[in-house]
């Protein structure tokens, strides 16, 4: 029943994309649906982007681990990030009527600036939608008992997301992502329910973890830590601010409003449901001890999967599945979708010189299906955690595209000059801590970013100088 379950909602999730293919039209609808989705889809569009596998199987083994203060990157920096674009950046971004984010930086700091930021934009979804491919092997996997392998399912789990993205892009996004989202919102509601019955209550949970020291949120006073804590909490939750799939969702939007409103309620739905799967994982621990401990030695990615397939009836076993798989999914299509727009709108595009409307949509969906051959090839041949994929996705945007955005928006002075000292700074500077002291006082990404808003500084007030 719960294998043939998972067909049928497959099945669903690709006729609800194929149909929503049917609304594009040009290059427009494709990246960011023609500017037309109310509040609802809006939200639902940046909850469940943002809900994948990291936030179900990475971010509540990673508690277990660590309490709070190994999730300070997911879902404290990712929620706020959210929250911040919401109330700093939608609307400026929204009045410029762009295509991308990486038009941004060319209208602000010219061609060179652009090609940059775009390429590590770009780079930094190889990580992210390599994790969502690696969460859907393992989910067939074990769906299966291993009839399909990991691998094996790594490449159908991809295929399957291919093929809605590619035909619909952002009008598919926007609709299976909103199925989605229902079929997350109730089936994690109902499986805490479940699960906390078994647990001795959500009180026994709690009062269990609390007894244990997981809810400790705040670094000690020693510089090491704080400066660890401190990079975690920034590299998602400024890192993924100058992102193409959370800019196409202020994009979307039917207006300004709708795009400030939706990134907000987006960003707070997010943080409150991350905390379901945080909450099932403890309940693991409770209920089979033995288990979550071996587990945790081997590969923690599997307790809740083992939790729901040996704790629970089917039912339940369904309505997990089906959550974890459209957590999974709506972050997979956007999260490819979003990098093949980039790349072809800001990097494929001017090099080829004039394309027309209906060329530039072939185009766009060319690269879609080239980076989802790629990221299923560095999926296949990665051992980092999911957690991990997903943290260290982030990095690069953080030292290379952030602070040209801010100060941009926020900044007269800011010129091309300023841009180009921050990216050369940043990135160079977090690139050699990375290879040469990864494990140092400083962690290289915090560093690198120190080092940008630097840069962005010297060489703005340089240039502003050498002008007087």
């Known amino acids: 029943m719960l294998i043939w379950f ?20 040009s290059a427009k609808d494709y990246a960011v649906a023609g500017r037309s989705l109310p509040l609802y889809i809006v939200t639902a569009t940046v909850f469940a982007t943002w809900f994948g596998s990291e936030t179900v199987l990475g971010t509540s083994a990673t508690f277990l681990q660590g309490g709070l203060k190994g999730i300070v990157a997911d879902p404290f920096g990712a929620s706020m990030c959210l929250v911040l674009v919401g109330l700093f950046f939608a609307r400026r971004l929204y009045r ?62 991809a295929g399957i997301v291919l093929v809605y993205t590619l035909f619909g892009g952002m009008w598919s996004v926007a609709f299976t992502v909103f199925f989605q989202m229902i079929i997350i919102v ?63 969702r202020v994009m979307s939007a039917r207006s300004e409003n709708i795009a400030v409103t939706g990134a907000v309620l987006g960003g707070s739905l997010y943080f409150l449901f991350a905390f379901i799967p945080i909450f099932l994982a403890y309940s693991a621990l409770l209920i089979d001890p033995a288990s979550v401990s071996a587990l945790l030695g081997t590969d923690p990615q599997h ?14 076993q369904v309505m997990f599945f089906g959550a974890l798989l459209s957590a999974i999914m709506s972050t997979a299509s956007g999260t490819l979708l979003a990098p093949s727009v980039t790349f072809t709108e800001n990097i494929l595009k001017p090099f080829i010189g004039h394309l027309s409307d209906r060329h530039l949509l072939w185009a766009m969906r060319a690269v879609v299906v080239g980076f989802a051959c790629i990221v299923t090839v560095f999926a296949l041949n990665s051992g980092a955690s999911i957690y991990k994929m997903v ?16 100060f941009g928006l926020y900044w007269k002075r800011a010129n091309t000059r300023g841009a ?41 007030l340089i240039s502003r100088k050498h002008s007087a």
Do not use: C
């Open 6 to 25: 998972v067909m049928l909602y497959l099945l669903i999730s690709i006729g609800i994309g194929l149909y929503a293919a049917t609304r594009v039209h």
């Open 96 to 157: 410029m009527n762009l295509l991308t984010i990486g038009d941004y930086y060319r209208q602000r700091y010219g061609r060179t600036v652009e090609l940059l930021t775009s390429l590590a934009i770009v780079a930094s979804y190889l990580g992210w939608v390599s994790a969502q491919i690696t969460a859907l092997g393992l989910v067939f996997s074990l769906l299966t008992h291993g009839s399909i392998s990991a691998h094996d399912g790594m490449i159908i789990g």
């Open 186 to 248: 109730v089936g994690m509601l109902y499986i805490g329910w479940v699960v906390s019955g078994y647990a001795g209550g959500v009180g026994n949970v709690v009062g269990h973890a609390q007894a244990a020291g997981k809810f400790q949120f705040w670094p000690r006073l020693e510089t090491r830590d704080i400066l660890a804590f401190s990079a975690a909490w920034v590299t998602m939750m400024f890192g993924s601010i100058p992102q193409q799939d959370v800019f196409q």
């Open 303 to 316: 307790i809740l999967p083992d939790l729901i397939l040996n704790h629970t009836p089917v039912f339940a």
């Open 391 to 406: 943290e260290n996705a982030y990095k690069v945007t953080l030292v290379a595209a952030f602070v040209p955005l801010v």
């Open 420 to 460: 180009l000292f921050a990216i050369v700074a940043g990135v160079s500077s977090w690139l050699l801590l990375e290879i040469f002291h990864p494990d140092g006082l400083w962690p290289p990404q915090l560093f690198g970013l120190l080092m940008s808003l630097a840069g962005m500084l010297v060489g703005s």
